[in-house]
């Protein structure tokens, strides 16, 4: 239950911060968000908008709260979809869209270690069939198809904000210093909020802030997962993939811009920002087969540009984590919500309930110890 009058305020605007602003929103709070970036901007610093972005598990067989988070964006994206009745390849007016998603292994991996009937998503999913040996492409030992979503990041980040401003919640941009530590960054947080005429007590903050936290918290198990993708113009009827031991090459369409995002690196604490023009040349061609319809008259893809994310891996997982932070401003809580890696899309449903469930058990304690 939520708390009479409280205010959270989530700090940072990626997808992550913008639906547990949504969320604690819907159940009755009042919600500011500060970020250093917002939708719109584009820095090596703020991820959300350089991702492809697909619903596509990353959950092994072992993670069953991760399942669940990954199951909740899957069943409220299909519901979005459905509700405004969008057919394939069709963009809702938040940038989804359902395709088809068919996925090809070239080696056993643990995802596919029981055959790729069994891999722990296989009954969730709509229309999962498994592809027979006879019609799998050359160099692949297995293949699965199902209908999943994708996300147009631009128009999605956009919508959330929307939402936010529509339940009368406030974005401000603003970067929080890191030199004095966590401590630092909440006092200047609350002395902040009057300045742009917000005035409410703060009953907690939300830490989502990204890649960023490594400095922020500071935690040192945050660390860069490279991404380099390429945009391209057009969309292909399906969203295809290759899992290739190590790496992989897909093809996400993106409805609402009549474009598509090939990818991809996962380069481990690399922080290069640059794209690296091998790189570049080997998605290129190792999408070709995925997506030959894009092809032009030359045999090549209209590139409209060459990008680099880093997604927020952490060691250990994403932390999710309730604790009391003393401050020259007064003693503040903070519940950190951060290092989704290469899933905060498809994990930010769950994500955000979780740090719901977590603030509200923290006032529920706080109240029945102030009863007693
Ligand atoms: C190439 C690529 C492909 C991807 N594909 C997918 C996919 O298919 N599906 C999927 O689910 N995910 C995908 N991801 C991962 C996804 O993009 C990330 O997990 C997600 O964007 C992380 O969101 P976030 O909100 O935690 O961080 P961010 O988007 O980085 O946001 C962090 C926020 O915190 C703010 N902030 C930080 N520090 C401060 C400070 N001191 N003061 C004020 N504000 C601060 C920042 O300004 C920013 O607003 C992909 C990522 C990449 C790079």
Request: with cysteine.
């Amino acid at each position: 239950m939520p708390v009479a009058n409280a205010h959270v305020v989530v700090i940072g605007a990626g997808v992550v911060g913008l639906q547990t602003a949504v969320t604690f929103l819907e159940n009755g709070y009042d919600v500011t968000v500060i970020a250093k970036h917002v939708p719109g901007d584009k820095s090596s610093e703020y991820t959300s908008p350089w991702a492809g972005a697909q619903w596509r598990t990353h959950s092994t067989a072992q993670d069953f709260e991760l399942q669940k988070w990954d199951l909740a964006s899957y069943t409220r994206w299909f519901q979005t979809v459905d509700e405004e009745k969008k057919k394939p390849g069709q963009a809702t007016k938040s940038g989804l869209a359902k395709f088809n998603n068919v996925v090809y292994w070239t080696e056993k991996d643990e995802e596919i270690s029981n055959g790729p009937e069994n891999v722990w998503f296989a009954s969730h999913m709509r229309s999962f069939e498994v592809i027979p040996q006879s019609s799998l492409p050359k160099g692949a030992i297995a293949g699965a198809r199902y209908d999943a979503i994708t996300i147009d990041t631009t128009v999605y980040l956009a919508y959330l904000v929307d939402r936010i401003t529509a339940l009368r919640g406030r974005v401000i941009k603003a970067e929080l210093p890191t030199t004095n530590g966590l401590a630092g960054a909440l006092a200047t947080a609350a002395r902040l909020l009057p300045v742009y005429g917000v005035n409410t007590p703060i009953s907690a903050f939300v830490n989502a802030s990204g890649i960023l936290a490594r400095e922020l918290v500071p935690d040192s198990a945050v660390h860069p997962i490279r991404g380099q993708t390429v945009l391209v113009r057009g969309v292909p009827p399906q969203l295809r993939t290759i899992i290739r031991g190590q790496g992989v090459s897909y093809v996400i369409p993106r409805a609402a811009s009549n474009s598509t995002i090939l990818g991809g690196t996962k380069q481990v604490g690399n922080w290069n920002q640059e794209p690296d023009d091998a790189t570049t040349k080997w998605i290129l061609e190792s999408c070709k087969e995925l997506a030959p319809e894009l092809l032009n008259e030359k045999g090549e893809f209209d590139v409209l540009s060459v990008n680099v994310g880093f997604r927020p891996g952490r060691t250990g997982g994403p932390r999710l984590e309730v604790e009391e932070v003393q401050t020259e401003a007064g003693r503040f809580v903070v519940c950190h919500e951060y290092g989704h890696a290469g899933a905060g899309y498809q994990l930010s449903f769950g994500s955000a309930d979780k740090t719901l469930g977590l603030l509200n058990d923290h006032f529920e304690k706080k109240l029945t110890r102030a009863k007693l």
